[in-house]
């Protein structure tokens, strides 16, 4: 999840938050920081991705989202305590650039050596290139043009829905699979964010 932007995808409002919110409210009255918490997220990412690794596909789905779940506790905390701040979104934001590369990473070492499917390394790479684009393409479309997806097609398959979908196929023994889901969607979702982009500046301009 992008901290503190006002983002929430749909894991997000209708799984992720019922239980952030009550981990959050055990750590408000201690010391805990929030980017102590969005390491911890990106810890716990770094785990998932070594329990891929290890070979244990299910340790390694149910880690991920765990990872996206903490990953919302540091926005609820931040804004709990006033301690929004530009630093604590971009740090947020770097983190979870890492920890979806590591996430991948895993998946692809896990799917290479246990599907011996063909093509799990480029797949992996698209997977990863598209996770790393769909958050790309956002900030930049708002930084740069002003536009925001916040809704629609454009809004899709945001952190919180990605790390969803690793934990299904992995629960289920598909990694190869959610990383075949993953390079397409991802992907789609950028090139219609680029023609959605072009249609809103040429709107404006006429």
């Known amino acids: 999840m992008e901290r503190k932007t006002g983002y929430d995808g749909l894991v997000s409002r209708h799984l992720n938050r019922k ?25 716990i990412a770094l785990l998932a991705s070594v329990a891929f690794a290890l070979g244990s596909n299910v340790m390694g789905g149910l880690l991920a989202q765990f990872s996206s779940i903490v990953d919302g506790v540091d926005g609820e905390i931040a804004r709990l ?6 630093f604590g979104a971009f740090y947020d934001a770097v983190l979870d650039r890492y920890a979806d590369a590591a996430i991948i990473l895993g998946m692809t070492l896990w799917a290479a050596r246990f599907e011996n499917r063909p ?23 708002e930084a740069s043009t002003g536009v ?4 629609g097609l454009a809004s899709l398959f945001g952190r919180d829905i990605r790390l969803f979908v690793v934990m299904l196929g992995s629960l289920v023994g598909q990694v190869y699979w ?23 500046i040429c709107a404006e301009e006429n």
């Open 81 to 86: 305590k006033g301690l929004a701040s530009p």
């Open 178 to 200: 959610t990383l075949a889901l993953l390079a397409v969607l991802t992907n789609a979702v950028v090139v219609y964010r680029v023609l959605f982009v072009r249609q809103q």
């Open 148 to 151: 925001r997806f916040d809704r």
């Open 119 to 141: 093509g799990t390394w480029p797949l992996g790479l698209l997977a990863l290139l598209g996770s790393l684009m769909i958050s790309y393409s956002r900030a930049r479309s």
């Open 19 to 43: 239980i952030s919110r009550p981990i959050t409210r055990l750590l408000a009255p201690t010391g805990i920081t929030p980017n102590q918490v969005t390491f911890i997220s990106f810890f």
